[in-house]
T-cell receptor
Framework: SAVISQKPSRDICQRGTSLTIQCQVD?????MFWYRQQPGQSLTLIAT?????????ESGFVIDKFPISRPNLTFSTLTVSNMSPEDSSIYLC???????????????FGAGTRLSVL | KNQVEQSPQSLIILEGKNCTLQ??????????LRWYKQDTGRGPVSLTI?????NTKSNGRYTATLDADTKQSSLHITASQLSDSASYIC???????????FGAGTILRVKS
């Protein structure tokens, strides 16, 4: 299994500022994922972060708005830049670790960062 | 378009009662389907995983079913407990490309 520590757990921020969310995993993993979960909605993948390369962003998400760092195999950060109230959401870090019986990876999630932008 | 739809959106039941949550998907090609439980303030935790060839999978009081022909899955919770209060999310993995498609979840509240 993988244990994920995500910080901060919640924050209230002013419009126009930036917040950096940290994700620490207790084991080395190749890929780390960042998701957004808006109230009452599905989890939406923001980007996939591999160590040593630029993150791969999903449609609708751009690096200038959500820069990601992946300095090593156990750590990643997501920055929400120039925030607006529309960025209020829960942001979750996730990793895939170990194979399950179907041949796919088991996905583990952090507890999430609840962000409110005023 | 790959989609996962869950029903009901929310549900309130009395402690000790059973309930069934539904998941319909249009994901193709299908790899596997997972049910996750997400407690308030926590990340989702996997309950069950089912492949195309599996019809039923149990994990304690949780039993998931899968009908690959109709592209439907259900999660049955037996003898509910207060600790079952959570959001239950159906997630389908797309074969090739390592993509996951998430449902919006069913919020379950168990009352004493």
């Amino acid at each position: 299994s993988a244990v994920i520590s995500q910080k901060p757990s919640r924050d209230i921020c002013q419009r126009g500022t930036s917040l950096t969310i940290q994700c620490q995993v207790d084991s080395q993993v190749t890929m780390m994922f960042w998701y957004r979960q808006q109230p009452g909605q599905s989890l939406t993948l923001i980007a996939t972060a591999n160590q040593g390369s630029e993150a791969t962003y999903e449609s609708g998400f751009v690096i200038d708005k959500f820069p990601i760092s992946r300095p090593n195999l156990t750590f990643s950060t997501l920055t929400v830049s120039n925030m607006s109230p529309e960025d209020s959401s829960i942001y979750l870090c996730s990793v895939e670790a170990e194979w399950d019986q179907t041949g796919g990876h088991i996905q583990y999630f952090g507890a999430g960062t609840r962000l409110s932008v005023l | 378009k790959n989609q996962v739809e869950q029903s009901p959106q929310s549900l309130i039941i009395l402690e000790g009662k059973n309930c069934t949550l539904q998941c319909n998907y249009t994901v193709s090609p299908f790899s596997n389907l997972r049910w996750y439980k997400q407690d308030t303030g926590r990340g989702p935790v996997s309950l069950t995983i089912m492949t195309f060839s599996e019809n039923t999978k149990s994990n304690g009081r949780y039993t998931a079913t899968l009908d690959a022909d109709t592209k439907q899955s259900s999660l049955h919770i037996t003898a509910s407990q207060l600790s079952d209060s959570a959001s239950y999310i159906c997630v389908v993995r797309v074969e090739y490309g390592n993509k996951l498609v998430f449902g919006a979840g069913t919020i379950l509240r168990v009352k004493s």
